[in-house]
C-alpha cells in the first residue's frame, strides 16, 4: 500500500497551492506549518512573506484565505495577530486518515525514499570480562535504532567491536597453559553465569601471580608475542576465552530481551590482517607522518593543556598498534567490504575527540567522503539517585546482570499487585516484560548525549513517564477490546468528534513523521516521547469518553477503532524501541 499522507502535509499542500494562486510573485512560499494550542495547525510563514513583498501582512493573510476553495479537509481558517493563520481541521478528515492509516499493516509509515546501507557499531563487551551498567546504553540505544532503520526500509548491518585482543590475553593465556582445567565445567549446559565465575576466577588468579612473579610475568609477555604472531596453541587457547565469553555475553543480552548473532560479533581481532597495510596507505599518502618514532596524524585544532598539538596515534614507537589503527580498518572493511553508506557508533561521549579524529583521519584518506559518512551517536553517563556516576556502596562498578534482576523483581511486585488471575508462571514472564521494558525506556525516553539517574523505584511506577505507564495503556486497551461483545471497531467520518477524540486522532497521526525524524537524527528519545504522548492522549480519552456504554452503535464503533489503532500504534512503536507490550497486567 503506498505511504498515508498526514493531515499535517495535506493542510501544507493546500496552503501552499493558496499562496501561489493568491500571491503568484511570491514563487513557491513555505507556509511554516506547525501545531498550535489555539487550532489544530498555525501558519506563520505569511509574517516573513510580507515582509519580502513589502505588504501588510494581515491584508495578505486575509487575500491568501479568500483564494482556498471549499474542501472537505479545512473546517476553519482564521486570521490572528499580525497575520497569522490558525487552522482547524474537519473531524471527517480526521476519522478518514486515521482509517487510510489503520488499512495499512505499516501504519501508513512510508519507507525511506532513498535507503542505503547502515552499519551499527554498538554493545561492545570485553572478552573475559564482566558487562557493567556502562555497557548498557550502547546495547539499549544500538538495538533501537537498528529497529527502527530497518522498519524505514534501511539496510542494516550490525556490528559488535568486542574487546578481543590486547596485552592482558599473554597473561591468561599463560596462566591456562599453566593451570589446564581452570576453563573447565561441570555439566554440557554452560550458563552464562557459570562461564563468568570461571573468567572471574581465572582472571583475578592470573593478575595475582603475575604481579607477584617476575618469571611468570616474563612468560606471559612472550605469550602476548606468541599470540601476535599467530602460533596455533596461542591462538586456539585465545579463542577459547572468545567461546566461554560469548556464553556469558550471550545470556546478558538474552536477559535484556536482544538478539546477537554471533556472525554479527566481528571484535578488534578481525582487523588483526589489515592493520600494517592501514598505516602503510596512511603514511604513504601523507596523512600520517612519523614523530618521534610513532606513526601519528596531527590536527590544528587538537591541542593538550600545554597548547601543543595533541596527535591521533596510530602505530606506537615500539612497534605495536593503537586503537586508531583497528577503528580505521574497521571503517575500510565496513565502507569496502560491506558496502557501507552511514557509519553509526554507538560510543560513550568521553571518546568523541577520538572518534573525531579518527573520521577526520578517515575522510583525509579518501575512505570517507561525500557520498559515505560516519556519525557518533554519543551518549551520557548513568548515574546513581545522588547525580554521581552509579557505583556499588563498597564503590564498584555495578554489574550489569544485578541490575536486571533488581528490575525484574521489582516489577514482579507490581505485576502481582495488580495481577487479577494470572498464574505464576505468567506473572513471572510479565515481570521480564516489564522490568526490562522499565529499563531500556527510562535509557530511551532521555536524549542520548545526557547523562540520567537510575532509578529502578521510578522506571518500574505507573504513574509518569514509565514503559511501564505505556504498558498498562496497553493493556488497558486490550481489556476493552476483549469485553467489546458484537461490536465491531470501524470507522465513521460522518460523526462528531469530541476534544479528547480529537486530540488523540490528531496525534495518532503523526506517527509516520515522527519515524522518519527519529530515522534521520538517530534520537529515539523523541519516538518515547511520541508514545508517552500518546498514552497520555489515550487516558484523557478514556476518562472522558465512554466507549463501550457510548450513545450510539456508530459512536461505539467510532471509539474501538481509535482504540485499536491506539493499540497497535503503541505496540509498534514500543517494538521498534525494543519493549514487549503484554496484553494483560
Same mark, same amino acid.
Given at each position: 500500500?503506498?505511504?498515508?499522507?498526514?493531515?499535517?502535509?495535506?493542510?501544507?499542500?493546500?496552503?501552499?497551492?493558496?499562496?501561489?494562486?493568491?500571491?503568484?510573485?511570491?514563487?513557491?512560499?513555505?507556509?511554516?506549518?506547525?501545531?498550535?494550542?489555539?487550532?489544530?495547525?498555525?501558519?506563520?510563514?505569511?509574517?516573513?512573506?510580507?515582509?519580502?513583498?513589502?505588504?501588510?501582512?494581515?491584508?495578505?493573510?486575509?487575500?491568501?484565505?479568500?483564494?482556498?476553495?471549499?474542501?472537505?479537509?479545512?473546517?476553519?481558517?482564521?486570521?490572528?495577530?499580525?497575520?497569522?493563520?490558525?487552522?482547524?481541521?474537519?473531524?471527517?478528515?480526521?476519522?478518514?486518515?486515521?482509517?487510510?492509516?489503520?488499512?495499512?499493516?505499516?501504519?501508513?509509515?512510508?519507507?525511506?525514499?532513498?535507503?542505503?546501507?547502515?552499519?551499527?557499531?554498538?554493545?561492545?563487551?570485553?572478552?573475559?570480562?564482566?558487562?557493567?551498567?556502562?555497557?548498557?546504553?550502547?546495547?539499549?540505544?544500538?538495538?533501537?535504532?537498528?529497529?527502527?532503520?530497518?522498519?524505514?526500509?534501511?539496510?542494516?548491518?550490525?556490528?559488535?567491536?568486542?574487546?578481543?585482543?590486547?596485552?592482558?590475553?599473554?597473561?591468561?593465556?599463560?596462566?591456562?597453559?599453566?593451570?589446564?582445567?581452570?576453563?573447565?565445567?561441570?555439566?554440557?549446559?554452560?550458563?552464562?553465569?557459570?562461564?563468568?565465575?570461571?573468567?572471574?576466577?581465572?582472571?583475578?588468579?592470573?593478575?595475582?601471580?603475575?604481579?607477584?612473579?617476575?618469571?611468570?610475568?616474563?612468560?606471559?609477555?612472550?605469550?602476548?608475542?606468541?599470540?601476535?604472531?599467530?602460533?596455533?596453541?596461542?591462538?586456539?587457547?585465545?579463542?577459547?576465552?572468545?567461546?566461554?565469553?560469548?556464553?556469558?555475553?550471550?545470556?546478558?543480552?538474552?536477559?535484556?530481551?536482544?538478539?546477537?548473532?554471533?556472525?554479527?560479533?566481528?571484535?578488534?581481532?578481525?582487523?588483526?590482517?589489515?592493520?600494517?597495510?592501514?598505516?602503510?596507505?596512511?603514511?604513504?599518502?601523507?596523512?600520517?607522518?612519523?614523530?618521534?618514532?610513532?606513526?601519528?596524524?596531527?590536527?590544528?585544532?587538537?591541542?593538550?593543556?600545554?597548547?601543543?598539538?595533541?596527535?591521533?596515534?596510530?602505530?606506537?614507537?615500539?612497534?605495536?598498534?593503537?586503537? &586508531?589503527?583497528? %577503528?580505521?580498518?574497521?571503517?575500510? /572493511?565496513?565502507?569496502?567490504? #560491506?558496502?557501507? @553508506? !552511514?557509519? $553509526? +557508533?554507538?560510543?560513550?561521549?568521553?571518546?568523541?575527540?577520538?572518534?573525531?579524529?579518527?573520521?577526520?583521519?578517515?575522510?583525509?584518506?579518501?575512505?570517507?567522503?561525500?557520498?559515505?559518512?560516519?556519525?557518533?551517536?554519543?551518549?551520557?553517563?548513568?548515574?546513581?539517585?545522588?547525580?554521581?556516576?552509579?557505583?556499588?556502596?563498597?564503590?564498584?562498578?555495578?554489574?550489569?546482570?544485578?541490575?536486571?534482576?533488581?528490575?525484574?523483581?521489582?516489577?514482579?511486585?507490581?505485576?502481582?499487585?495488580?495481577?487479577?488471575?494470572?498464574?505464576?508462571?505468567?506473572?513471572?514472564?510479565?515481570?521480564?516484560?516489564?522490568?526490562?521494558?522499565?529499563?531500556?525506556?527510562?535509557?530511551?525516553?532521555?536524549? &542520548?548525549?545526557? %547523562?540520567?539517574?537510575?532509578?529502578? /523505584?521510578?522506571?518500574?511506577? #505507573?504513574?509518569? @513517564? !514509565?514503559? $511501564? +505507564?505505556?504498558?498498562?495503556?496497553?493493556?488497558?486497551?486490550?481489556?476493552?477490546?476483549?469485553?467489546?461483545?458484537?461490536?465491531?471497531?470501524?470507522?465513521?467520518?460522518?460523526?462528531?468528534?469530541?476534544?479528547?477524540?480529537?486530540?488523540?486522532?490528531?496525534?495518532?497521526?503523526?506517527?509516520?513523521?515522527?519515524?522518519?525524524?527519529?530515522?534521520?537524527?538517530?534520537?529515539?528519545?523523541?519516538?518515547?516521547?511520541?508514545?508517552?504522548?500518546?498514552?497520555?492522549?489515550?487516558?484523557?480519552?478514556?476518562?472522558?469518553?465512554?466507549?463501550?456504554?457510548?450513545?450510539?452503535?456508530?459512536?461505539?464503533?467510532?471509539?474501538?477503532?481509535?482504540?485499536?489503532?491506539?493499540?497497535?500504534?503503541?505496540?509498534?512503536?514500543?517494538?521498534?524501541?525494543?519493549?514487549?507490550?503484554?496484553?494483560?497486567?
Amino acid at each position: 500500500m503506498a505511504s498515508v499522507p498526514s493531515l499535517a502535509s495535506t493542510v501544507q499542500q493546500r496552503l501552499a497551492d493558496a499562496l501561489s494562486a493568491a500571491l503568484p510573485e511570491a514563487g513557491s512560499a513555505d507556509p511554516l506549518l506547525r501545531r498550535s494550542d489555539r487550532a489544530d495547525f498555525q501558519a506563520n510563514g505569511i509574517l516573513a512573506l510580507a515582509k519580502k513583498l513589502k505588504g501588510n501582512p494581515r491584508e495578505l493573510a486575509t487575500k491568501v484565505v479568500a483564494s482556498i476553495p471549499a474542501n472537505d479537509v479545512l473546517e476553519d481558517i482564521e486570521v490572528s495577530g499580525p497575520g497569522f493563520l490558525n487552522i482547524t481541521v474537519s473531524d471527517e478528515a480526521i476519522i478518514g486518515t486515521l482509517a487510510a492509516r489503520a488499512a495499512d499493516d505499516r501504519l501508513g509509515v512510508p519507507y525511506a525514499e532513498r535507503p542505503g546501507t547502515t552499519v551499527i557499531d554498538y554493545a561492545q563487551p570485553n572478552v573475559a570480562k564482566e558487562m557493567h551498567v556502562g555497557h548498557l546504553r550502547s546495547a539499549v540505544i544500538g538495538d533501537a535504532m537498528v529497529q527502527i532503520l530497518e522498519f524505514a526500509g534501511e539496510k542494516v548491518i550490525r556490528r559488535h567491536h568486542i574487546g578481543d585482543w590486547g596485552t592482558q590475553f599473554g597473561m591468561l593465556i599463560q596462566f591456562l597453559i599453566e593451570h589446564p582445567h581452570e576453563l573447565d565445567h561441570k555439566g554440557e549446559d554452560v550458563s552464562g553465569e557459570e562461564a563468568m565465575s570461571n573468567l572471574n576466577r581465572l582472571y583475578k588468579a592470573s593478575r595475582a601471580l603475575f604481579d607477584s612473579d617476575e618469571e611468570f610475568k616474563a612468560r606471559s609477555r612472550d605469550r602476548v608475542v606468541a599470540l601476535q604472531s599467530g602460533d596455533a596453541e596461542t591462538r586456539a587457547l585465545w579463542q577459547r576465552f572468545v567461546d566461554e565469553s560469548k556464553i556469558y555475553f550471550y545470556s546478558v543480552f538474552n536477559k535484556l530481551d536482544m538478539r546477537i548473532d554471533d556472525p554479527d560479533v566481528v571484535g578488534e581481532s578481525g582487523y588483526n590482517d589489515m592493520l600494517d597495510e592501514t598505516c602503510r596507505l596512511l603514511e604513504e599518502s601523507g596523512v600520517a607522518v612519523r614523530s618521534e618514532g610513532a606513526l601519528c596524524v596531527f590536527f590544528d585544532d587538537v591541542k593538550g593543556p600545554d597548547g601543543n598539538p595533541v596527535p591521533l596515534i596510530v602505530k606506537k614507537s615500539n612497534g605495536g598498534y593503537g586503537y &586508531a589503527a583497528t %577503528d580505521l580498518s574497521a571503517i575500510r /572493511d565496513r565502507v569496502r567490504n #560491506l558496502g557501507a @553508506d !552511514t557509519l $553509526v +557508533y554507538v560510543v560513550d561521549a568521553r571518546q568523541s575527540l577520538h572518534f573525531k579524529m579518527v573520521f577526520e583521519t578517515a575522510r583525509r584518506a579518501g575512505w570517507l567522503n561525500d557520498r559515505v559518512h560516519a556519525v557518533q551517536l554519543a551518549f551520557g553517563t548513568v548515574l546513581g539517585k545522588d547525580g554521581k556516576p552509579f557505583k556499588t556502596r563498597e564503590g564498584e562498578t555495578v554489574r550489569l546482570v544485578d541490575l536486571l534482576d533488581e528490575a525484574i523483581e521489582r516489577a514482579a511486585a507490581v505485576v502481582r499487585e495488580k495481577s487479577v488471575d494470572l498464574t505464576e508462571d505468567e506473572i513471572a514472564e510479565r515481570a521480564a516484560q516489564v522490568g526490562i521494558g522499565a529499563i531500556k525506556y527510562a535509557d530511551l525516553s532521555t536524549s &542520548a548525549s545526557r %547523562d540520567y539517574k537510575f532509578d529502578l /523505584d521510578q522506571m518500574v511506577s #505507573l504513574n509518569g @513517564d !514509565t514503559s $511501564v +505507564y505505556l504498558q498498562y495503556a496497553y493493556a488497558r486497551i486490550k481489556s476493552i477490546i476483549r469485553k467489546r461483545g458484537t461490536a465491531q471497531p470501524a470507522p465513521h467520518p460522518e460523526l462528531a468528534l469530541a476534544p479528547a477524540e480529537r486530540a488523540l486522532g490528531l496525534h495518532l497521526d503523526q506517527f509516520a513523521e515522527t519515524l522518519a525524524e527519529v530515522a534521520s537524527t538517530y534520537e529515539p528519545h523523541k519516538l518515547a516521547a511520541y508514545l508517552y504522548q500518546l498514552a497520555s492522549h489515550y487516558t484523557t480519552f478514556y476518562a472522558e469518553c465512554p466507549v463501550l456504554k457510548a450513545d450510539t452503535p456508530e459512536q461505539v464503533e467510532n471509539r474501538l477503532f481509535l482504540c485499536e489503532l491506539t493499540a497497535r500504534t503503541l505496540h509498534q512503536g514500543m517494538a521498534l524501541l525494543g519493549i514487549r507490550t503484554p496484553e494483560r497486567l
